[in-house]
């Protein structure tokens, strides 16, 4: 029977008179398996030399198909193809090796019509029979040759558990106290069951060995000492399935003899890594010589083991040694020898780490600080110590966390320097208060990576100067110098500010004779705050047109009947006006502790206009002075000058 060009196809459980339909189904299914294994196929035998006297082997049939038990793709096992009346297979596949298909096979039939026929080949026509694991799985009959036949496979098992592989010991023969490697391989018929395995050993006249595992699929098993015998160990593997089935295959391992056998050396290490410049055991009395005949006599170490010259450091079967400092991993190593003539020796080794156990740094954040309105903020963690240092650790970072976010992001280093504006961003947002207190925190870390923590805080100083002058004289003393954090003169044609270099009792002297440029127009400015220390004092007194300590113009905030009044004023004559002048303007809602802003513009005309906390709208006061003296306007004078007087000198960030 032929179908389009294929020979027949046939199907386990399905009738002969299908046979094309299922046969074109399979063959759009697995075109590109065929394909790969026809190529394949035909490449091999185009590697037979083509004598021109030989007999040339036909070309094989192929006999595919999908693999199902139980109504499940079974991706294990393997397919093979017997003749009818033959017991051996003429064509085996290990299902799983089809990559793309794992439950898929290809049988790669070998055809041969001529005669005398050649074993182990198959001819059209005849009848033979397909397997899957032994057990008979469909009939087919071979195709023409060359061909390709598709038949799947679907077979309903019993639930049982099935060996796939194993089990199987590596090596098969090991000497006395070996090692050998077991695996296994097992599945369900049913499937969804999960397998366990569980290992026993049985040496008859010895011990068992031990598995070091023996609830692993694949464990190591360490022989037994044979003595002057072989031992034949037979190794057991049960496997269940959790559900009453079980199996229990077996392997055999043959444990040679000793003959003449070395003696064993082993030890332990306690601890195997110590703290730095700590001591460690060394205790070697699970050593054995596997001849009874002999004995281990002698027990040597060498702490410090290059691989090649044995050092003996210290002898015996118990022993204790220190590294000192070293932090580096060492080699520790035992030669045993026995009571033999020549005596016979072995010798076992094992790393051991000195220093190696991390002991947590000491974090010490330093303090507590303090910071003024424009000064730099020096903060310092040098203090910190690792104590595994002398062992080769160190401290390898230091993080500070100044915003108190309990994130150390904001300063890096033993010894970080924070100008002003940085330090105030971070402790207080911009808004420090004066003599509050703020936290900080540093973490450092080791090479290692263990890490501590430590708590500081930062006193903030923002009252940077204060002085009420109680020698009741005006600034043009000849000892007065300017000692504020700022101060600023504007002008027409000139601006000049000076900064103190010592924020809390100033570093900057303006003698009486330094004379400012003078000025026909200008602007004053200051920044006041009230202060509680000085609140029956004037606050932040402007002197704008200073003649001599008698006679002066200024600008101040005063406390005036428990009124906080704004005060334009002048002391002694400049110009025509008469002596103590004054215009005032009670302010309401004003703060102690907040800053206030001070503008004085000054005319040729001699007006003043007095802004106070904003230079927008209306003055807050105004008045029209005289001029100094004939042919001058303002406040302008041969020794005039503007200088602070009775002020208290705040950071910015009290303002609100």
């Not at 050396?265 to 110590?274: K, L, S």
């Amino acid at each position: 029977m032929r179908c389009s060009g294929l020979t027949r196809t046939s199907r386990a459980g399905l009738g002969e008179s299908t046979a094309c339909e299922h046969e074109q189904i399979g063959q759009e299914r697995s075109r590109s398996v065929r394909a790969h294994y026809l190529t394949t196929a035909f490449a091999l035998i185009a590697l037979i030399p083509a004598l021109a006297h030989a007999l040339v082997p036909e070309p094989p049939h192929l006999i595919r198909g999908a693999v199902t038990v139980n109504g499940e793709a079974r991706a294990w096992g393997t397919v093979s193809l017997r003749l009818e009346g033959s017991g051996e297979p003429i064509a085996t596949f290990v299902l799983g090796t089809l990559p793309g298909a794992a439950n898929d096979y290809v049988l790669i039939v070998p055809m041969d019509a001529l005669a005398p026929r050649a074993p182990g080949t198959a001819r059209q026509g005849e009848a033979a029979q397909l397997y899957l694991d032994g057990v008979a799985a469909a009939a087919v009959t071979i195709g023409e040759r060359g061909g390709t036949q598709t038949v799947d496979l679907a077979l309903s098992a019993a639930h049982g558990i099935v060996l796939i592989r194993g089990p199987t010991g590596t090596p098969s023969s090991v000497p006395s106290g070996g090692a050998v490697y077991l695996d296994v391989e097992a599945a369900d018929t049913v499937g969804g069951h999960t397998l366990s395995y569980s290992w026993s050993a049985a040496c008859p006249g010895a011990e068992d060995g031990a598995f070091d595992n023996a609830l692993s699929r694949a464990p190591v098993w360490s022989a037994p000492v044979a003595g002057s015998l072989p031992l034949n160990c037979t190794l057991t593997v049960t496997i269940s399935d959790g559900e009453g089935l079980a199996i229990a295959p077996s392997v055999i391992v043959t444990v040679e003899p000793s003959v003449a056998p070395d003696p064993v050396a082993q030890f332990v290490a306690t601890p195997e890594t110590t703290l730095c410049g700590g001591q460690m055991a060394f205790d070697a009395a699970g050593s054995f010589h596997s001849n009874p005949e002999r004995a281990i006599v002698l027990y040597e170490w060498d702490f410090d083991y290059g691989g090649v010259t044995f050092d003996v450091e210290a002898t015996g079967v118990v022993t204790t040694h220190g590294y000192g400092t070293r932090g580096t991993a060492a080699t520790v190593a035992l030669r045993v020898s026995d009571d033999g003539s020549p005596a016979r020796s072995a010798i076992a080794t094992r790393t051991v780490y000195p220093g190696g156990e991390n002991r947590a740094p000491t974090a010490v954040a330093g303090g507590p600080y303090a910071v003024s309105s424009g000064g730099t903020l020096a903060l310092d963690g040098s203090g910190s110590s690792d104590p595994d240092a002398a062992c080769g650790d160190a401290l390898a970072s230091w993080d500070w966390d100044l915003d108190a976010d309990g994130v150390y992001d904001d300063a890096t280093g033993p010894q970080p320097l924070l100008a002003w504006s940085a330090a105030e961003a971070l402790l207080c947002g911009g808004l420090c208060v004066h003599g509050a207190s703020y936290p900080i925190g540093l973490r450092v870390s080791d090479g290692r990576g263990a890490a501590a923590v430590a708590a500081g805080s930062v006193v903030v100083s923002l009252l940077i100067y204060a002085d009420d002058f109680a020698n009741g004289t005006a600034k043009g003393d000849p000892d007065w110098l300017v000692r504020s954090g700022a101060w600023t003169v504007l002008g027409a044609s000139a601006a000049k500010k000076y900064y103190a270099s010592d924020p809390l009792r100033g570093g900057l002297s303006v003698a009486k004779t330094t004379k400012l440029k003078a000025l026909r127009t200008g602007m004053l400015e200051t920044k006041v705050a009230l202060t509680g220390s000085f609140a029956s004092y004037a606050n932040g007194a402007l002197i704008f047109g200073y003649a001599s300590n008698t006679r002066y113009r200024y600008v101040r905030l005063q406390l005036v009947q428990g009124v906080w009044k704004l005060v334009l004023g002048q002391v002694g004559t400049l110009g025509a006006d008469r002596a103590g002048v004054k215009k005032t303007k009670p302010l309401a809602g004003l703060k102690l502790g907040r800053w206030y802003r001070i503008w004085v513009d000054v005319y040729e005309t001699g007006r003043v206009s007095v802004y106070f906390n904003t230079r927008t709208g209306t003055p807050a006061l105004t008045y029209p002075f005289k001029a100094a003296w004939a042919g001058k306007t303002g406040y302008q004078a041969g020794t005039a000058r503007a200088y602070f007087d009775n002020f208290a000198a705040w950071d910015r960030g009290v303002l609100p």
